[in-house]
T-cell receptor, first 112, second 110 residues
Framework: SQQGEEDPQALSIQEGENATMNCSYK?????LQWYRQNSGRGLVHLIL?????REKHSGRLRVTLDTSKKSSSLLITASRAADTTSYFC????????????FGKGTLLTVNP | DADVTQTPRNRITKTGKRIMLECSQT?????MYWYRQDPGLGLRLIYY???????NKGEISDGYSVSRQAQAKFSLSLESAIPNQTALYFC?????????FGSGTRLTVV
């Protein structure tokens, strides 16, 4: 079963607005990663946050992690039409048997 | 050339046929993975391999088999394809710092 669950399933905003997506998970993790899916095909890695970190920034992306609540959020600031796609959170766990478990994704639509 | 290459890009096959999806990588990673994506279900792990001699079942391995022919090559086989195996299949490589995905194989079983 999925480890991560994104919320909302779909989000529609206007260009220039901020978009926030949330991810909840069930078990302990080593890290949490966010990916976007390009052109309905391959996923592209966006950002990683370790279990001992609370916040990470990369360009217009801001990720937070609350391990006590087992949740993370991805904020995209000043959204653009090109940000329209699906976003997935993935939880990494397993130590030497490390692997990623993906959520179901949030479909973001940025309207011009 | 892409870091992770999947072939074929699209494939339509008939129920009961055997089909192989291939993945090759130029990133030099030991770890390779096969996922399938279904609408509304996200990505689910089918098989993964941490080196040539280490193959592991994932969440949904029934009906699938894999072969790690070399460090750079990891193929996924459907021994007898069925319609509910219609999906988008992804190969990925990497480890704890992130995965690199191929462009996927869109498989339709009719």
């Amino acid at each position: 079963s999925q480890q991560g669950e994104e919320d909302p399933q779909a989000l529609s905003i206007q260009e220039g607005e901020n978009a926030t997506m949330n991810c909840s998970y069930k078990t302990s993790i080593n890290n949490l990663q966010w990916y976007r899916q390009n052109s309905g095909r391959g996923l592209v890695h966006l950002i990683l946050i370790r279990s001992n970190e609370r916040e990470k920034h990369s360009g217009r992306l801001r990720v937070t992690l609350d391990t006590s609540k087992k949740s993370s959020s991805l904020l995209i600031t000043a959204s653009r039409a090109a940000d329209t796609t699906s976003y997935f959170c993935a939880t990494g766990s397993g130590g030497s048997n490390y692997k990623l478990t993906f959520g179901k994704g949030t479909l973001l639509t940025v309207n011009p | 050339d892409a870091d992770v290459t999947q072939t074929p890009r699209n494939r339509i096959t008939k129920t009961g046929k055997r089909i192989m999806l291939e993945c090759s990588q130029t990133k030099g990673h030991d770890r390779m993975y096969w996922y399938r994506q279904d609408p509304g279900l996200g990505l689910r792990l089918i098989y993964y391999s941490f080196d040539v001699k280490d193959i592991n079942k994932g969440e949904i391995s029934d009906g699938y088999s894999v072969s790690r022919q070399a460090q750079a090559k990891f193929s996924l086989s459907l021994e007898s394809a069925i319609p509910n195996q219609t999906a988008l299949y992804f190969c990925a490589v990497g480890g704890a710092y992130g995965y690199t995905f191929g462009s996927g194989t869109r498989l339709t079983v009719v």
